[in-house]
């Protein structure tokens, strides 16, 4: 697209690191390729995920204007980027930044990029990336060329490759770490990209540092492997090493991260990752994509069978001195300070006091702080990081990262600099207060630009961050520290299982139409690394999550114990009588139509085309009883499995399943029976054979969910099996309700 | 020196009384008319961004957003795909499709007749650094072309043009200024003639 295009390679001819040259002019021969019908679309799909670049919503080239489906005639017509994607489809290029670390050359050549080939807006994610819409395929060898000139790559943001290394934003300066994690994730980053090992996995692979157990910066839990600093005494010397924790993640079905070995040696952090990156590549699921993370191996495995497995291929590994080399400097690793240490300001403004109070917190060293940019939702202008990197320049030996919450972190700020600091921030729009509090509200890009969203988490996030601001003085400081994490999907990328207050979207018919709602997800920690996950409660229509909000806070402010946190009031309180208070939000008030479109959306939602003439007869009332009759039965499974009963919620969740999987039988079928072997069989064939279930982009996956608990009901359920199974069965209920939807016009007629 | 890739922005008279929010549906009901001979493909809103660009339709040739760049509330086209022709055609072209999004949503009915636009002045950006740094040569190179352009714009009457951004690392900016106000409807007519 730009008239530029053909003139940056040699304009940046030597300001490239010979390496990410050849990978850039590589993939520019093979977008030529592409573009002459000389590679297959898949391949070239694979090929552009690989270097960070994604499809977005409407790259099939049609897309749905809330009355039908409109065509999008790009000019240069079929030929596609992938299956299904047009090529001239505006896509999504991600950049990864490992541990957030940024400097202000950076920063400019991010504002650049964004102004050139997007929307102005770069877009900071929950892994630490940046991301860009909005851009061009043809675009991109020329801004991956300038990003390399700048020393970032894009190289394996996407695909299944190992994505960004993210790390604690606070390393080095944070007064509860261990020691500083900088060197070594930087160095696991490095020694990762591209490194043979790890160009054959199933699906993605994330690694997350961490300097302490206790805080939540590092995510390290909700990771494929995760390391957290620990130190131990060896004949009377420090020795350091890391905590491993192997086979998080969420996604649809959460997995905490089992312990791998509780202590590592720094030295042995990159041999074992690269272990068990053979093992991945070399035991892990490749043909079915919904069980191809090393979540899923681990758990076939058992931990200690892996276990054994990785430490056996450590010993094959023939010696490479990258595991160590930089290990000996690692000790002296330090950012400095640009300007003297200094004291908190005496006196100041209440807005001021405010941001301070928020966005600041105190470093290690003496006399230093960092300083919080909180960015709604996410999003910085062009302009804005021009301005930042002027203000790094200013306070800071350009010392600043990204955060798996969506900001920035300005390091080594002397705390006599701060309120020239903030009126800096102020005056180009970044002085927000509220950093991390329930007004920073965490979102993926959902029906925004995801080709996977279902309903728009960021409309929410807008709509929620503008209301409770405006409450936010008035706030119970216990209310004001909730995490609020909206993902537009199950697929969790707004990272709302560890979310006090967490929303997935999730489609539901009501009076016919399809209806933008949000499965409110209950009793997950941030702290801890994100120390547990939380549950759906109940789907709620979009327009209402506000007043959920609203409600909750209140009881938590008027009913909590001294210094009970939200997740225990929530299990104190008891999923039954949170779901009853939540009851009369659940249905749309008759005839507002305002709930038939989504937050800063006008359009009549639609999840695909919307048939026509829809309408409620016998048989689709009884099915919407039955699926609300299995949603109330997951639900008790959740009540069983927090009070205990493990088996009794296993089974209760299995039989929800099954209690879906009837409802959509029946339509076919109304004299099906309750034996499960019969209800599963016809299910089989009658969605699953046809392919009527398949989700657009995720198939057959949740009615796998379902085969997989018929062919387990007979056994016993575990803690693990029988939480899992709970939210499978959910996911699985959601996708009848989904399916149901696409069959609503065949139904009626 | 090619200028591709031109933007062009016209501020809103009254910005204190703008609210960007019954934007979104005009700019989805564009959309679904495609209103302009260029792609339109989506709508962008970035309300919660202070200073930001507003909420933008993106199309595949170009964006037209109400932006906000600067709290300078305006409408700005953005030219995407580069054009053949003089540098004087692209010019016309980015400021011949500003301004016909600023007289259709002049005339939008939802809005009623809120959005009102300064035809006095006029701000242009090349949205390409390689082509067009932001110096004082690039103005110089290509002043004969904006002085083409302005003549035409405003209809042979007076004008003041100067380069619009001093930071180096912003994009190549000029700011015109008439020495009388024109509708928008007038400067269309002009350039059209």
């Known amino acids: 697209m730009k008239a530029s295009n053909t003139s940056w390679k040699e304009q940046l001819a030597g300001k490239i690191p010979e390496n990410l040259a050849r990978e850039i002019d590589i993939f520019e021969t093979e977008v030529a390729l592409r573009k002459q019908g000389k590679i297959d679309e898949r391949l070239f799909a694979e090929t552009r995920l690989r270097r960070g670049i994604y499809g977005q919503r409407y790259d099939n080239g049609q897309r749905h204007n809330g009355q039908a489906v409109q065509q999008m005639p790009y000019p240069s017509g079929e030929l596609t980027k992938g299956p299904n994607t047009m090529w001239d489809a505006p896509g999504m290029q991600r950049i990864k930044i490992p541990g957030g670390g940024l400097n202000a050359d950076q ?482 008030p008759a005839g507002d139509r305002s709930y038939f479109s989504d937050w800063g959306d006008p359009r009549e939602y639609s999840l695909e085309d919307l048939g026509v003439g829809e309408c409620a007869g016998e048989v689709v009332s009884s099915v919407e009883f039955d699926l609300a009759a299995a949603e109330r039965e997951v639900f008790e499974a959740q009540v069983a499995f927090e009070s205990g009963q493990i088996d009794k919620a296993g089974k209760t969740a299995y039989h929800s399943m099954l209690h879906a999987a009837k409802a959509l039988v029946k339509i076919s079928n109304q004299n099906i029976s309750d034996d499960p072997g019969q209800i599963v069989s016809e299910f089989r064939t009658l969605y699953y054979d046809t392919q009527k279930f398949f989700d657009p982009f995720a198939g057959g996956k949740f009615a796998n969910y379902l085969f997989d608990a018929h062919q387990k009901s007979n056994g016993a359920y575990t803690s693990d099996s029988s939480r899992y199974l709970i939210d499978e069965a959910q996911l699985f209920i959601d996708a009848a309700h989904s399916c149901y939807n696409r069959l609503g016009a065949s139904v009626s007629a | 020196m090619e200028l591709q890739h031109v933007n062009v922005k016209l501020l809103v008279k009254n910005p204190e009384e703008v609210d960007l929010e019954p934007l979104i549906p005009v700019f989805h009901s564009w959309i679904q008319g495609q209103v302009f001979e260029e792609l339109l493909l989506d709508v962008a809103d970035y309300r919660h961004v202070q200073a930001g660009p507003g909420v933008v339709l993106i199309g595949h040739q170009g964006n037209y957003s109400v932006d906000n760049t600067d709290n300078r509330l305006g409408v700005r086209y953005n030219r995407k795909a580069a054009l053949d022709g003089s540098n004087q055609d692209r010019l016309k072209q980015a400021a011949r499709a500003a301004l016909t999004a600023c007289q259709r949503l002049e005339a939008e009915p939802v809005l009623k007749g809120k959005l009102r636009f300064n035809g006095q002045e006029m701000e242009l950006f090349v949205n390409d650094r390689l082509l067009a740094p932001n110096r004082e040569s690039t103005l110089e190179a290509v002043k004969a072309d904006f002085q083409g352009f302005s003549k035409q714009l405003f209809g042979g009457g007076e004008y003041s043009l100067s380069n619009g951004g001093s930071d180096p690392r912003g994009l190549f900016a000029v700011s015109l200024r008439a020495s009388k106000s024109f509708s928008v409807a007038d400067l269309l007519h002009n350039l059209a003639s």
């Not at chain 1, 770490?177 to 160009?199: I, M, N, W």
């Not at chain 1, 991945?280 to 681990?298: D, H, Q, Y």
């Not at chain 1, 400097?329 to 003297?340: D, G, I």
């Open chain 1, 107 to 588: 920063l400019e050549t991010m504002a650049d990029l964004a102004e050139e080939y997007s929307d102005n807006i770069a877009h900071v994610t929950t892994r630490q990336d940046f991301q860009l819409h909005y851009v061009h395929i043809d675009d991109t060898p020329s801004l991956m060329r300038r990003l390399a000139a700048a020393n970032i790559t894009t190289r394996e943001a996407c695909g299944n490759s190992v994505r960004n290394v993210t790390a604690c934003p606070y390393a080095g300066v944070c007064q509860d770490e261990a020691f500083d994690v900088t060197p070594y994730s930087r160095a696991l980053a490095k020694f990762l990209l591209g490194h043979p090992d790890c160009q054959n996995f199933g699906r993605k692979f994330k690694p997350a540092f961490s300097g302490c157990s206790q805080h939540a910066c590092g995510l390290t839990s909700l990771h494929d492997v995760g390391f957290i600093a620990k130190t131990r005494s060896e004949n009377g010397a420090e020795k350091r090493g890391f905590e491993m924790v192997v086979g998080g993640g969420l996604g649809a079905v959460p997995y905490m991260a089992k312990l791998f070995d509780s202590f590592v040696p720094a030295e042995e952090i990159l041999p074992l990752t690269q272990a068990i990156a053979r093992v991945f590549a070399r035991l892990g699921e490749k043909k079915n994509r919904n069980r191809a993370r090393i979540k899923f191996l681990i758990q076939d495995l058992g931990i200690d069978k892996f276990r054994e497995l990785v430490l056996e291929e450590r010993k094959t590994l023939p010696a490479d001195p990258r595991w160590t080399d930089y290990v000996k400097n690692a000790a002296q690793f330090e950012e400095a300070a640009l300007r003297p240490g200094g004291e908190w300001p005496s006196s100041a403004s209440e807005a001021f006091k405010h941001w301070l109070k928020g966005n600041t917190r105190p470093q290690k060293q003496a006399g230093y702080v960092t300083v919080t940019v909180a960015l709604p939702l996410g999003d910085i202008t062009s302009s804005q990081l021009r301005s930042l990197a002027d203000i790094v320049r200013r306070f800071t030996k350009e010392t600043i990262r990204t955060t798996v919450e969506q900001n920035f972190v300005i390091r080594w700020v002397s705390k006599s600099d701060l309120p020239e600091l903030y009126s800096a921030l102020h005056a180009v729009g970044l002085g927000d207060s509220g950093a991390g509090t329930i007004v920073d509200v965490v979102s993926c890009p959902g029906t925004d630009t995801c080709k996977l969203g279902i309903s728009s988490s960021r409309g929410l996030a807008a709509e929620l961050r503008k209301s409770l601001a405006e409450k936010s003085f008035q706030a119970d400081e216990a209310v004001e520290n909730l995490h609020i994490k909206i993902s537009g999907c199950f697929n969790s990328c707004g990272q709302h299982h560890v979310a006090d207050l967490g929303f997935y979207g999730v489609s539901r018919k009501v009076g016919g139409y399809a209806v933008p709602h949000f499965q409110v997800v209950l009793g997950g920690e941030w702290e801890h690394n994100g120390g547990s996950y939380g549950l759906p409660v109940a789907a709620i229509p979009s327009k209402n999550i506000p007043q959920v909000v609203t409600r909750l806070a209140d009881r938590y402010v008027a009913n909590r114990t001294k210094n009970e946190t939200f997740k225990d009031f929530v299990k104190r309180t008891g999923k039954v009588e949170i779901k009853s208070m939540l009851d009369d939000l659940a249905r749309p």
